[in-house]
């Protein structure tokens, strides 16, 4: 298997643009995770899906970000306005079920100017 | 408010050390603590811990939990230079799914 699969890797954008972040579960994994990482506030999860359902969004910093799965291989996370203090990795993790190990994805580096 | 802090924020050793790092936690109906190594990419898992006083192995890397005083240990004997990145842990809170993690431990390893 290939892993988790990100979507770039990396993105540099200004300030007011829409990001557009995806991520490739492993397959036959029901659990999809979106984390945030920064220096400051270290690694926190954004929002989880269980089959496809969001599960739990407490962690969306506001109302400018968003996240879908609309089918069991694919998951996107945007942002809209993009802000500098946006900037962050951002990671996609899944897990085959809930409660055990979470397998990452590598991560897409974002830079908003 | 559920919470893990690690300790220490980094460490420095040499090749051949043995290190200790550890991760306590606060949160509401624990059910599972996670550790993690990242280096410059995307954490890689370790150790997942449920019960209290059973050590997990692999290798050189060691993890036992306590879950009376709230605190898990992971042990790394004979360093290398392989060991150098963040270690870090995570709790399950309030069985819900969602892993809190811990700011991580920055680990150097000197040759």
């Known amino acids: 298997d290939a892993g988790v699969i990100q979507s770039p890797r990396h993105e540099v954008t200004e300030m007011g643009q829409e990001v557009t972040l995806r991520c490739k579960p492993i397959s036959g994994h029901d659990y999809l995770f979106w984390y945030r990482q920064t220096m400051m506030r270290g690694l926190e999860l954004l929002i989880y899906?269980?089959?496809?359902?969001?599960?739990?969004d407490s962690g969306m910093p506001e109302d400018r970000f968003s996240a879908k799965m609309p089918n069991a291989s694919f998951s996107t996370l945007k942002i809209q306005p993009s802000e500098p203090r946006d900037s962050a990795v951002y990671f996609c993790?899944?897990?085959?079920?809930?409660?055990?190990?979470?397998?990452f994805g590598p991560g897409t580096r974002l830079t908003v100017t | 408010e559920d919470k893990v802090v690690q300790s220490p924020l980094s460490l420095v050793v040499h090749e051949g050390d043995t290190v200790t790092l550890n991760c306590s936690y606060e949160?509401?109906?624990?059910?599972?603590l996670l550790w993690y190594k990242q280096e410059k990419k995307a954490p890689t898992f370790l150790f997942m811990l449920t019960s209290s006083g059973i050590e997990k192995k692999s290798g050189r890397l060691s993890s036992i939990l306590d879950k009376k005083e709230l605190f898990s240990i992971l042990n790394i004997t004979a360093t290398q230079t392989g060991d150098s990145a963040v270690y870090l842990c995570?709790?399950?809170?309030?069985?819900?799914?969602?892993?809190?993690f811990g700011t991580g431990t920055r680990l150097k390893v000197l040759a």
């Open positions: 899906f269980n089959n496809n359902v969001p599960i739990d």
């Open positions: 993790a899944s897990s085959l079920v809930g409660g055990v190990e979470q397998y």
């Open positions: 995570a709790v399950e809170a309030s069985g819900t799914y969602k892993y809190i």
């Open positions: 949160v509401t109906n624990f059910r599972s």
